[in-house]
């Protein structure tokens, strides 16, 4: 609880700065006061009806959180690239009573394969965490914008000895207002295999489901809090009662959510 | 006699100079007799006027401060707009530009005929201009009009570099008027142009602020019940496109301006009581079009894209980015009236004032509603057609001499050929029309080319879609695209009935003289525009320009290019270097464009007539979209 209080307060401070540079004028800006600064990021090199294509990058924080009762929660990614071609870096991180329970990272080659989907190709880590192992997965998955504007992010996972799992992922937004936005969004897991050492038992793993409200102070700065519900199913859930741990959680969030 | 747009005491020293924030007060005054002082000083200069057939322009980089915040503007000669360059048309104009900023530059002069070599397109016409070097261009002036000049180099129109090009005529003016003032519209971020460009590719909608709400749902069950609004809305929901993305940038970053002048500096002009007054409006912003009225006065259009076009009287008028209009208004009476451009998406407006004393000024209007797309900007529309026929019939108040079947109504002519194009995009077409369409293709076509419709009366080619539009990079198709020549365009089409104001639309354009090459196009190219909003791509025919073949013509051909505007964004598409014939419904009098307003969903059609060897630049003029919707024209 004193780490939310902490975070609540640091947000609010920076929150508060934004406002002040954003309330002069109806503008995101965050930009240095540079008189030059509406000048950057031209290209140097000669100019040919501009028929270059632009590779960048964005990093996105999707949720930097603190959780009750000591937890807290990263997911975010990065891409850099083109308009069909892109390197990802996806991260996932939650800590629960002061001890990571899982941490992953992947590297993902992205391609655009229809006007809202790309398919990403790549390697997940597992990193090994207390009373663990490490886990290396070949990825294949699927990310886009469904019908109904649900943002999709599913992935089959193929690792070491034939083991398998699969993610499926969708976030909705809902504008209250233009700044206000509302979330709901919820990840399934699956395993296809019995792995005591991770903790995971094959068939439906978990689910969580969050639940979040964000203010918009720029398009790219977005504080929220929240609640996050988990649950561990099946052979999951088994090993997680012989170790004495909960298998059902409701907790209340606070978080940013941002990109650059 | 003509009173021309000189505002030379306005040209002060450039130590003298300070310039103008959306927090000053004081108005600019234009048409002030030279020497006496006004409070043009106090808030900043206009663009000095250039005349000769002689000019030293100099690129560099210019302080300013448009919004309480310094920022740095490229600049000509010192001024945002640079100067306007005055010409007579028969001179031979030279002019020599020198770069003195880091980078390269160009100018190209829009709208001008001139040789490609001349054109100032970096890659195309010439290598562009190096820092420190100075480009002569030279070419001699055909044609006489309002235009305009802009950089071609990276996103520096974006950054101030553009001003008004004014042509008089070798023969008398037929447009009389007593006072004559350029009014130049652009759009001034204080953001760099390419940390837009990277926010747009990053998340499309980031400059969006009038999204879809809860609010907006909840409005709408209310109105039209569960069942309905969950009708009405599946199809964006199931395309994942959204009915409020009506212009990529918006008031969220820019400051719009008239001749340089934010709307709280307010420039203003100066008329008597009964004087004629010629405006020349010329769009030279980035990405913003905007809607022209003076509440209070008619405006007459007497000119087009520096073409004098049979005068139309409208009360208000939508000018693309890139476009110019001539207009002529006469004010009766002894009171100040607002000219009020808003943009096409209802976030800020650029304003001025015309007034017959430097005190006076008139109420600004509060802006109009802001528009949401309908199911005919996704080129689906089973309704469009009939209107557009309508409007053929109300407005066209035009002498149809001069058809062989002179029987014939032209408002009908109109609604049929539109019919049928909206037929031929349909997949269940169990239709009858088609027996009609045979009947009246086979009517006026007698020539060697029937099947690609009468010159003047636009395209009669199904739409077709090419393979290369079912890629990554296109969110749409129009299936049924309307036809866009008598469309006021979004947000515009109900004011003749919810306000009363007759706005212009092409279908109302009929050149003044004569059209010069009479001849039947001999072939038809059928170009779309495509693009993806959620990736930010933009592309005709699904292919970005850095990927397409140019497209070849033979020099001499008259030919058809029919546009198909498969995206739900009004694009601006500009040729370079030859005359977009507009084809209006007048064979005989066939308006020429430089810049042609394609309709979201819609099609339109203009013939050209290949007359100038070389490479030419063709694209879409919204900045951002410039990159991957455009073509290399090669004649040959």
Excluded at chain 2, 9 to 33: C, D, E, H, Q
Excluded at chain 2, 446 to 469: I, Q, T
């Amino acid at each position: 609880m004193k780490k939310i209080l902490t975070l609540a307060v640091a947000l609010a401070s920076v929150s508060a700065q934004a406002q002040q540079e954003h309330g002069h004028h109806d503008h995101h800006s965050r930009e240095p006061t540079s008189a030059m600064s509406n000048l950057e990021h031209a290209p140097n090199q000669p100019d040919h009806v501009m028929d270059h294509e632009v590779l960048l990058t964005k990093v996105i924080i999707d949720q930097l959180e603190v959780r009750e009762h000591d937890g807290s929660a990263l997911e975010g990614s990065l891409w850099f690239g083109g308009d069909l071609n892109k390197l990802w870096l996806k991260t996932e991180v939650e800590r629960e009573n002061g001890e990571t329970e899982n941490a992953e990272l992947q590297a993902l080659y992205s391609r655009a394969v229809a006007p809202y989907w790309d398919l990403q190709l790549g390697l997940r880590h597992d990193f090994k965490l207390e009373g663990g192992d490490s886990r290396n997965w070949a990825t294949i998955g699927l990310n886009g914008l469904a019908p109904y504007f649900f943002e999709v992010d599913s992935a089959l996972f193929l690792g070491e000895d034939g083991d398998s799992a699969l993610r499926l992922e969708a976030e909705y937004e809902l504008l209250l207002t233009q700044q206000w936005i509302l979330s709901p969004e919820i990840e399934i897991n699956f395993y296809g295999q019995n792995d005591p050492g991770t903790n995971t038992g094959s068939g439906l793993s978990d689910i969580e489901a969050g639940l979040r409200l964000r203010y918009e102070f720029t398009p790219q700065f977005a504080p929220y809090i929240g609640v996050n519900y988990e649950k561990k199913f099946g052979n999951t859930a088994n090993f997680l009662r012989v170790e004495g741990e909960v298998i059902s959680e409701t907790t209340w969030v606070i978080g940013l959510h941002a990109w650059l | 006699m003509n009173r021309f747009f000189d505002p030379s005491s306005k040209t002060l020293p450039v130590s003298r100079r300070r310039f103008v924030t959306g927090v000053t007060a004081g108005a600019v005054i234009a048409g002030l007799p030279a020497g006496k002082s006004s409070a043009a000083e106090v808030a900043g200069p206009l663009p000095q006027a250039l005349r000769g057939n002689h000019f030293d322009l100099h690129i560099n980089y210019l302080p300013v401060n448009f919004t309480g915040r310094a920022r740095t503007a490229v600049a000509v000669n010192g001024s945002v707009p640079g100067p306007v360059l005055r010409w007579k048309e028969g001179d031979t104009v030279t002019l020599n530009v020198t770069n003195h900023l880091a980078h390269d530059t160009s100018i190209h002069w829009h709208g001008l005929i001139l040789p490609s070599n001349m054109d100032g397109v970096p890659g195309l016409s010439f290598n562009g201009i190096r820092p420190g070097e100075t480009f002569t261009y030279q070419f001699p002036v055909t044609q006489s009009g309002t235009y305009w000049y802009h950089s071609h180099s990276d996103f520096q129109e974006q950054i101030g570099l553009y001003g008004a090009i004014v042509i008089d005529p070798a023969a008398p003016d037929p447009v009389a008027s007593d006072r004559d003032y350029v009014v130049l519209l652009s759009d001034w971020s204080d953001e760099s142009p390419h940390d837009i460009y990277a926010k747009l590719k990053k998340e499309g909608h980031y400059y969006n602020r009038r999204r879809r709400t809860a609010g907006d749902l909840w409005d709408e069950i209310r109105h039209k019940g569960v069942a309905q609004t969950w009708r009405d809305r599946k199809m964006w929901n199931e395309m994942r496109m959204s009915d409020r993305d009506i212009s990529d940038v918006t008031g969220y970053t820019y400051t719009y301006l008239m001749n340089g002048q934010t709307p709280d500096a307010n420039w203003s002009a100066l008329f008597k009581r009964g004087e004629k007054i010629r405006l020349r409006i010329i769009n030279g912003a980035a990405m913003s079009i905007f809607d022209i009225r003076i509440p209070g006065l008619k405006m007459t259009v007497v000119a087009s894209d520096g073409q004098n076009i049979e005068p139309v009287t409208v009360d208000e008028f939508r000018i693309g980015v890139a476009e110019t209009y001539d207009v002529v208004v006469e004010p009766a009476d002894d009171r100040a009236y607002t000219l009020f451009a808003q943009t096409i998406d209802r976030s800020g407006f650029a304003r001025g004032t015309l007034t017959p004393h430097p005190d006076l000024r008139a109420e600004v209007p509060a802006m109009d509603y802001a528009p949401v797309l309908t199911h005919r900007d996704m080129g689906m529309d089973h309704t469009g057609h009939d209107m557009g026929g309508m409007a053929a019939m109300d407005h066209s108040s035009h002498n149809m001499g001069g058809m062989d079947h002179s029987g014939h109504d032209m408002g009908d002519m109109d609604h049929s050929a539109h019919d049928m194009r909206g037929m031929q995009g349909m997949d269940h077409s169990g239709h009858d029309s088609d027996m009609d369409h045979d009947q009246h293709a086979s009517h006026h076509m007698a020539g060697r080319n029937s099947d690609l419709g009468r010159a003047g009366f636009g395209s009669n080619a199904p739409v077709k879609h090419h393979l290369s539009e079912y890629g990554p990079g296109v969110d749409m198709r129009a299936e049924m695209p309307a036809n866009g020549l008598h469309d006021p365009g979004i947000g515009l089409r109900d004011h003749q009935t919810r306000y009363g104001r007759r706005v212009l639309t092409y279908g109302d354009i009929r050149n003044l003289t004569p059209t010069i090459d009479r001849r039947e196009p001999e072939r038809e190219i059928q170009l779309h525009l495509t693009g993806n909003m959620q990736r930010y791509m933009w592309s005709m025919d699904g292919i970005k320009f850095s990927d397409a073949e140019p497209l070849m013509l033979k020099y001499g051909e008259r030919l058809r290019i029919n546009l198909v505007n498969d995206t739900m964004m009004t694009h601006p598409i500009h040729l370079h270097g030859m005359w977009s014939e507009l084809e209006t419904g007048d064979p005989d009098f066939i308006p020429r464009k430089h810049t042609v307003l394609v309709q979201p969903g819609s099609t339109i059609s203009y013939l050209v007539t290949a007359d100038a060897y070389g490479r030419w630049a063709y694209h879409c003029h919204l900045l951002y979209h410039m990159p991957g919707m455009f073509r290399e024209v090669r004649v040959v």
